[in-house]
């Protein structure tokens, strides 16, 4: 907020002799190379065993859910998927995946027969997995563990000498195959059951519950992957379904200060201030850089903060959804984005150094907001994932100049 502060009171007409900020990586997450300077890819590899025709989606609002309007392929005849995205900053996201009953598992190349969901956090997309899965559901209940810290634990409870991001198929792993495999066929059953019981309940909710349950058994698995028993099924605790719900809940909305609680609803304005003076310089000068990155990465950046306001159930009272354009409710992003669309109507020159503006503004903001050594680590990786994504725009708006 301070250096808001100061930059409202400076001018906004630009000298061309100012320093800009350097241009910076990416917000690319499991970049296998970059196919033009506007487009990059992201692939992978999905397993029980491989899985073939396996729904690969970016779940950009992070609700786990393959929604109609998020980014999706199918994995390929070797369980691989391959995303072209427009952007970089749509690989900061988590990924979901969902298999059908008609989902081939080359370990038996027969049908699964049943629904599997799976997922990875942003940036550990390379192999997605039943462990994979377990790593990020635990983060979501824990919400202080890196995903270093949550692979270290898993690989402890399950006694193996390999984490969630490595291929066990391709190692010749085979204690965590089988242990894959239990969990796999143990998540589709639990969450199956509890989804039956309690059909109103968000299928986030159900599936983190589901991971929550498997991990307490994870000696059981442990075992009976050493032995070799991939038939062997987790029990389904029924028990009250609505209080075990609750309870997770609690867990998960464990309390932010009122600061960090600011913060997010502080940013989760910027960004869509952000977004709104970019469609505004677009319908003006109809400069692509504008709307691309509008769309491409403002948008996806107000999601990633709006999943963790939801998440932490941070109160949005007196703010409308969805918001009108150019109105907010922190009166100094307010006033800040008259001036910043005044002087962008001013030529389109200007209009570019007004976006060298906002995305260095970003970034002051966010190097505050990530100063706190009580932010909750789900919420610092969406933060470092903005920032990146911010440098990334710098560097777009400093190249038209």
């Known amino acids: 907020m301070k250096f808001l502060k100061e930059i409202m009171t400076l001018s906004l007409t630009l000298s061309a002799g100012m320093v800009f900020l350097g241009c910076g990586g990416g917000g690319d997450s499991v970049t296998a190379g970059t ?27 992070r609700n786990d859910l393959c929604d109609a309007d998020e980014p999706f392929v199918l994995t390929d005849a070797t369980g691989r998927y391959t995303f072209i995205l427009p952007d970089k900053d749509a690989t900061i996201l988590p990924i979901v995946v969902e298999a059908d009953e008609n989902t081939t598992d080359l370990d038996t190349n027969t049908s699964i ?16 997995s039943p462990l994979s899965t377990l790593v990020a559901q635990e983060m979501e209940w824990n919400t202080t563990l890196t995903v270093e810290q949550a692979m270290a634990n898993l690989q402890k409870e399950l006694g193996i000498d390999i984490n969630a991001s490595v291929d066990y198929i391709a190692a010749n792993h085979t204690k965590a195959h089988n242990a894959a495999k239990i969990i796999a066929h143990s998540l589709a059953n639990t969450e199956t ?4 019981l309690a059909p109103a ?16 058994q994870i000696a059981r698995i442990q075992s009976n992957a050493i032995d070799g028993n991939i038939s062997y099924l987790c029990d389904v605790n029924t028990t009250d379904v609505a209080t075990q719900i609750a309870e997770l809940n609690t867990t998960i909305a464990s309390s932010l200060s009122p600061q960090l609680q600011a913060d997010l609803l502080f940013m989760w304005e910027e960004e869509r ?3 709104d003076v970019y469609l505004v310089m677009y319908a003006k000068w109809g400069a692509k850089v504008f709307t691309n990155i509008a769309n491409n990465g403002e948008q996806v950046h107000m999601e990633s903060l709006k999943s963790m306001i939801d ?13 009108q354009p150019g109105v907010f409710v922190n009166q100094d992003l307010q006033a800040l984005y008259t001036t910043l669309v005044t002087t ?12 060298v503006l906002i995305e260095q503004t970003d970034i002051a903001d966010l190097d505050q907001r990530l100063l706190p050594s009580d932010l909750p680590s ?18 777009a708006f400093n190249k038209q100049l």
């Open 35 to 61: 196919t033009a300077a506007t487009t990059t890819t992201l692939s992978g590899t999905v397993a029980d065993g491989y899985l073939v025709g396996a729904k690969v989606c970016l779940d950009k609002n």
């Open 113 to 128: 027969g049943k629904k599997w969901h799976f997922k990875a956090v942003a940036g550990q997309g390379r192999f997605i």
């Open 193 to 196: 059951d509890l989804t039956t």
């Open 201 to 216: 309940v968000h299928p986030r909710l159900i599936r983190l519950l589901a991971a929550k349950q498997i991990r307490s």
């Open 273 to 275: 201030l952000a977004r």
């Open 311 to 323: 998440k932490y159930g941070v109160s949005t009272t007196g703010y409308k959804e969805p918001a």
């Open 344 to 355: 962008g109507n001013l030529s389109l020159t200007e209009a570019y150094k007004v976006g």
């Open 378 to 395: 789900d919420i610092r990786a969406v933060y470092e994932n903005l920032r990146k994504g911010s440098e990334n725009h710098l560097a």
